[in-house]
T-cell receptor
Framework: GAGVSQSPSNKVTEKGKDVELRCDPI?????LYWYRQRLGQGLEFLIY????????KSGLPSDRFSAERTGESVSTLTIQRTQQEDSAVYLC????????????FGSGTRLTVV | DAKTTQPNSMESNEEEPVHLPCNHS???????IHWYRQLPSQGPEYVIH???SNVNNRMASLAIAEDRKSSTLILHRATLRDAAVYYC???????????????FGKGTKLSVKP
Protein backbone atom coordinates (compact mmCIF):
# COMPACT_ATOMS: atom_id res chain seq x y z
CA GLY A 1 0.00 0.00 0.00
CA ALA A 2 0.91 3.63 -0.30
CA GLY A 3 0.83 4.43 3.41
CA VAL A 4 1.82 3.04 6.79
CA SER A 5 -0.60 0.32 7.77
CA GLN A 6 -1.34 -0.62 11.38
CA SER A 7 -3.39 -3.49 12.70
CA PRO A 8 -5.64 -3.99 14.44
CA SER A 9 -7.24 -0.56 14.33
CA ASN A 10 -8.93 -1.24 17.66
CA LYS A 11 -8.12 -3.72 20.40
CA VAL A 12 -9.93 -4.33 23.67
CA THR A 13 -8.14 -6.63 26.07
CA GLU A 14 -8.46 -7.73 29.65
CA LYS A 15 -5.99 -6.55 32.22
CA GLY A 16 -3.10 -8.99 32.49
CA LYS A 17 -3.33 -10.30 28.94
CA ASP A 18 -0.58 -9.85 26.34
CA VAL A 19 -1.22 -7.90 23.13
CA GLU A 20 0.67 -7.62 19.87
CA LEU A 21 0.37 -4.61 17.58
CA ARG A 22 1.56 -4.63 14.00
CA CYS A 23 3.01 -1.96 11.74
CA ASP A 24 3.65 -2.26 8.00
CA PRO A 25 5.87 0.67 6.96
CA ILE A 26 6.13 2.17 3.50
CA UNK A 27 8.33 0.02 1.30
CA UNK A 28 11.90 1.31 1.25
CA UNK A 29 11.62 3.32 4.45
CA UNK A 30 14.61 2.46 6.60
CA UNK A 31 13.50 4.24 9.78
CA LEU A 32 10.52 3.14 11.87
CA TYR A 33 9.21 4.71 15.07
CA TRP A 34 6.59 3.74 17.63
CA TYR A 35 4.78 6.40 19.67
CA ARG A 36 2.03 6.27 22.26
CA GLN A 37 -0.71 8.86 22.65
CA ARG A 38 -2.94 8.78 25.70
CA LEU A 39 -6.36 10.42 25.48
CA GLY A 40 -6.02 14.18 25.21
CA GLN A 41 -2.24 14.03 25.52
CA GLY A 42 0.73 14.50 23.23
CA LEU A 43 2.80 11.80 21.56
CA GLU A 44 5.34 9.87 23.63
CA PHE A 45 8.28 8.28 21.83
CA LEU A 46 8.66 4.55 22.53
CA ILE A 47 11.22 2.94 20.23
CA TYR A 48 13.15 3.56 17.01
CA UNK A 49 14.50 1.20 14.35
CA UNK A 50 17.00 2.28 11.69
CA UNK A 51 17.97 -0.30 9.11
CA UNK A 52 19.92 -3.16 10.66
CA UNK A 53 21.24 -1.10 13.57
CA UNK A 54 20.34 -1.98 17.14
CA UNK A 55 17.00 -0.34 18.02
CA UNK A 56 16.84 2.61 20.38
CA LYS A 57 14.55 1.44 23.17
CA SER A 58 15.05 4.45 25.42
CA GLY A 59 11.38 5.43 25.35
CA LEU A 60 9.90 2.10 26.41
CA PRO A 61 8.09 2.75 29.72
CA SER A 62 8.71 -0.66 31.29
CA ASP A 63 10.08 -4.13 30.58
CA ARG A 64 6.55 -5.22 29.74
CA PHE A 65 6.99 -3.43 26.43
CA SER A 66 9.10 -4.85 23.61
CA ALA A 67 9.29 -4.45 19.85
CA GLU A 68 10.82 -6.26 16.93
CA ARG A 69 11.42 -5.43 13.32
CA THR A 70 12.48 -7.84 10.61
CA GLY A 71 14.96 -6.05 8.37
CA GLU A 72 13.27 -3.01 6.90
CA SER A 73 9.79 -4.47 6.92
CA VAL A 74 7.09 -5.25 9.43
CA SER A 75 7.39 -4.30 13.09
CA THR A 76 5.48 -5.66 16.06
CA LEU A 77 5.03 -3.97 19.42
CA THR A 78 4.24 -6.39 22.23
CA ILE A 79 2.82 -5.40 25.60
CA GLN A 80 2.87 -8.13 28.21
CA ARG A 81 0.56 -8.31 31.23
CA THR A 82 -1.36 -5.23 30.12
CA GLN A 83 -2.42 -2.64 32.67
CA GLN A 84 -5.18 -0.06 32.47
CA GLU A 85 -2.60 2.72 32.11
CA ASP A 86 -1.50 1.09 28.84
CA SER A 87 -4.77 2.22 27.27
CA ALA A 88 -3.82 4.61 24.49
CA VAL A 89 -3.46 4.96 20.74
CA TYR A 90 -0.23 3.40 19.55
CA LEU A 91 1.14 5.12 16.46
CA CYS A 92 3.76 3.87 14.05
CA UNK A 93 5.70 6.09 11.65
CA UNK A 94 8.28 5.41 8.96
CA UNK A 95 10.71 7.50 6.96
CA UNK A 96 13.26 7.13 4.17
CA UNK A 97 15.94 8.76 6.27
CA UNK A 98 15.82 9.58 9.93
CA UNK A 99 17.48 12.95 9.62
CA UNK A 100 16.23 14.91 6.65
CA UNK A 101 12.84 13.54 5.69
CA UNK A 102 9.44 13.85 7.25
CA UNK A 103 7.66 10.93 8.85
CA UNK A 104 4.60 9.17 7.51
CA PHE A 105 2.33 8.01 10.32
CA GLY A 106 -0.21 5.24 10.35
CA SER A 107 -3.71 5.74 11.75
CA GLY A 108 -2.78 3.95 14.93
CA THR A 109 -4.10 1.11 17.05
CA ARG A 110 -6.51 2.15 19.79
CA LEU A 111 -5.83 -0.13 22.76
CA THR A 112 -8.32 -0.34 25.60
CA VAL A 113 -7.45 -2.39 28.66
CA VAL A 114 -10.49 -3.29 30.77
CA ASP B 1 12.14 20.81 28.22
CA ALA B 2 9.98 21.98 25.35
CA LYS B 3 12.08 23.74 22.72
CA THR B 4 9.16 25.43 20.97
CA THR B 5 6.30 27.58 22.22
CA GLN B 6 2.94 27.71 20.47
CA PRO B 7 -0.44 29.16 21.41
CA ASN B 8 -2.78 26.54 22.81
CA SER B 9 -5.55 27.35 20.37
CA MET B 10 -6.50 29.58 17.45
CA GLU B 11 -9.65 30.22 15.48
CA SER B 12 -10.02 30.99 11.81
CA ASN B 13 -12.80 31.58 9.34
CA GLU B 14 -13.17 29.32 6.35
CA GLU B 15 -11.47 30.55 3.16
CA GLU B 16 -9.33 33.05 5.05
CA PRO B 17 -5.55 32.78 5.56
CA VAL B 18 -4.24 31.42 8.84
CA HIS B 19 -0.90 32.28 10.42
CA LEU B 20 0.21 29.83 13.09
CA PRO B 21 3.14 31.15 15.14
CA CYS B 22 5.95 29.24 16.80
CA ASN B 23 8.71 30.59 19.01
CA HIS B 24 12.01 28.74 19.29
CA SER B 25 14.42 31.20 20.87
CA UNK B 26 17.04 28.55 21.73
CA UNK B 27 17.23 27.08 18.22
CA UNK B 28 20.68 25.84 17.18
CA UNK B 29 22.26 26.19 13.78
CA UNK B 30 21.56 22.57 12.91
CA UNK B 31 17.93 22.47 14.04
CA UNK B 32 15.41 22.02 11.27
CA ILE B 33 11.93 23.39 11.88
CA HIS B 34 9.26 20.77 11.22
CA TRP B 35 5.49 21.19 11.19
CA TYR B 36 3.02 18.35 11.52
CA ARG B 37 -0.72 18.35 12.01
CA GLN B 38 -3.06 15.82 13.55
CA LEU B 39 -6.65 15.67 12.43
CA PRO B 40 -9.18 14.18 14.86
CA SER B 41 -8.80 10.42 15.29
CA GLN B 42 -5.85 10.23 12.91
CA GLY B 43 -2.10 9.95 13.15
CA PRO B 44 0.00 13.07 12.64
CA GLU B 45 0.60 14.22 9.08
CA TYR B 46 3.76 15.89 7.82
CA VAL B 47 3.12 19.44 6.61
CA ILE B 48 6.42 21.15 5.87
CA HIS B 49 9.94 21.72 7.14
CA UNK B 50 12.77 24.17 6.62
CA UNK B 51 16.13 25.37 7.90
CA UNK B 52 16.66 29.03 7.02
CA SER B 53 14.79 30.00 3.87
CA ASN B 54 11.06 30.25 3.52
CA VAL B 55 9.49 27.12 2.08
CA ASN B 56 6.36 26.50 0.06
CA ASN B 57 4.55 23.31 -0.82
CA ARG B 58 1.06 22.33 -1.87
CA MET B 59 -0.18 22.28 1.71
CA ALA B 60 1.29 25.40 3.25
CA SER B 61 4.09 27.93 3.46
CA LEU B 62 6.71 28.23 6.17
CA ALA B 63 8.06 31.66 6.96
CA ILE B 64 11.24 31.63 9.06
CA ALA B 65 12.45 34.76 10.83
CA GLU B 66 15.88 36.04 9.86
CA ASP B 67 17.28 35.23 13.32
CA ARG B 68 15.47 31.84 13.18
CA LYS B 69 14.03 32.37 16.66
CA SER B 70 10.50 32.15 15.37
CA SER B 71 8.56 30.80 12.44
CA THR B 72 5.05 30.94 11.06
CA LEU B 73 3.06 28.28 9.29
CA ILE B 74 0.77 29.85 6.74
CA LEU B 75 -2.35 28.18 5.43
CA HIS B 76 -3.33 30.37 2.52
CA ARG B 77 -7.02 29.55 2.50
CA ALA B 78 -8.36 27.60 5.45
CA THR B 79 -10.93 24.89 4.88
CA LEU B 80 -12.97 22.95 7.42
CA ARG B 81 -10.63 20.03 6.80
CA ASP B 82 -7.72 22.08 8.15
CA ALA B 83 -9.15 21.93 11.68
CA ALA B 84 -6.46 20.02 13.55
CA VAL B 85 -3.70 20.25 16.13
CA TYR B 86 -0.59 21.78 14.57
CA TYR B 87 2.80 20.86 15.99
CA CYS B 88 5.98 22.90 15.54
CA UNK B 89 9.03 20.72 16.23
CA UNK B 90 12.78 21.27 16.12
CA UNK B 91 14.95 18.44 14.93
CA UNK B 92 18.74 18.55 15.21
CA UNK B 93 20.28 16.77 12.25
CA UNK B 94 23.62 16.54 14.01
CA UNK B 95 22.23 13.69 16.08
CA UNK B 96 21.61 10.24 14.77
CA UNK B 97 19.04 7.83 16.03
CA UNK B 98 16.31 8.99 18.28
CA UNK B 99 18.35 11.88 19.61
CA UNK B 100 17.22 13.49 16.38
CA UNK B 101 13.74 12.16 17.01
CA UNK B 102 10.61 14.24 16.70
CA UNK B 103 9.48 15.38 20.14
CA PHE B 104 5.87 16.45 20.03
CA GLY B 105 4.64 19.17 22.37
CA LYS B 106 1.02 20.17 22.89
CA GLY B 107 0.72 22.08 19.63
CA THR B 108 -1.94 24.60 18.58
CA LYS B 109 -5.50 23.46 18.18
CA LEU B 110 -6.90 25.24 15.13
CA SER B 111 -10.64 25.62 14.80
CA VAL B 112 -12.11 26.68 11.45
CA LYS B 113 -15.53 28.31 11.38
CA PRO B 114 -17.77 28.08 8.32
Amino acid sequence: GAGVSQSPSNKVTEKGKDVELRCDPISGHTALYWYRQRLGQGLEFLIYFQGNSAPDKSGLPSDRFSAERTGESVSTLTIQRTQQEDSAVYLCASSFDSLYYGYTFGSGTRLTVV
Amino acid sequence: DAKTTQPNSMESNEEEPVHLPCNHSTISGTDYIHWYRQLPSQGPEYVIHGLTSNVNNRMASLAIAEDRKSSTLILHRATLRDAAVYYCILRDVNYGGSQGNLIFGKGTKLSVKP
